[in-house]
């Protein structure tokens, strides 16, 4: 069956490091995005890519990057972690722009310290 | 711009009591889609429902029904008869393409609801 995989599940790291969260699909979808949730905001778009080599900020980029170098993967670097980073990070991907089904992975707890 | 408000940040109800979480959204596209998930504590997000804009109708799954209101931009999903099962933080999103032609997902700041036994 099809997925959507985040990797670590769980990740301690201090303020400065350079982190890297995984998302792996093997929905062959071509839109995939990242979203962090903080209680009080919902889910907030940080990053979102409609294809290979496309890569678009989101409401809360600032301190994020993203790459797209296949279809299946969309890893997303913090350049140097802060506390206000510390957050659940969720990715999900799309079939279609408008109406497609949205299939999210089961989220990257992460704690900046 | 677009926008989904949920102005319940929480609820709390005895078991077997109705609840409606109140949704409601703003976009200036005609076609747009308004979705329901549920985030029970395990922390995953389940989705309950989609809906175009185009299709007004009341939506009824068991113990769940969603009413779609375009006069008043409201999307309210109820939930009959609650069970402590039910007890999760429950978001509203909309998709529209907007003037920019990017069609992503925008999310309510999600509604907490505690079902007592």
């Known amino acids: 069956d099809a997925e959507i995989t985040q990797s670590p599940r769980h990740k301690i790291t201090e303020t400065g490091r350079q982190v890297t969260l995984a998302c792996h699909q093997t929905?062959?979808?071509?839109?995939m995005f990242w979203y962090r949730q903080d209680l009080g905001h919902g889910l907030r778009l940080i990053h979102y890519s409609y294809g290979v080599q496309d890569t678009n900020k989101g409401e809360v980029s600032d301190g994020y990057s993203v790459s797209r170098s296949n279809t299946e993967d969309l890893p997303l670097t913090l350049e140097s972690a802060a506390s206000s980073q510390t957050s659940v990070y969720f990715c999900?991907?799309?079939?279609?722009?408008?109406?497609?089904?949205?299939?999210f992975g089961s989220g990257t707890r992460l704690t900046v310290v | 711009a677009q926008k989904v408000t949920q102005a319940q940040t929480e609820i709390s109800v005895v078991e077997k009591e109705d609840v409606t979480l109140d949704c409601v959204y703003e976009t200036r596209d005609t076609t747009y889609y308004l979705f329901w998930y549920k985030q029970p504590p395990s922390g995953e997000l389940v989705f309950l429902i989609r809906r175009n804009s185009f299709d007004e109708q009341n939506e009824i799954s068991g113990r769940y029904s969603w009413n779609f209101q375009k006069s008043t931009s409201s999307f309210n999903f109820t939930i009959t008869a609650s069970q402590v099962v039910d007890s999760a933080v429950y978001f509203c999103?909309?998709?529209?393409?907007?003037?920019?032609?990017?069609?992503?997902?925008?999310f309510g700041q999600g509604t907490t609801l505690q079902v007592k036994p």
């Open positions: 999900a991907s799309s079939e279609n722009r408008l109406g497609g089904g949205y299939t």
């Open positions: 929905w062959n979808h071509n839109n």
């Open positions: 999103a909309l998709n529209a393409l907007g003037s920019s032609n990017t069609g992503k997902l925008i």
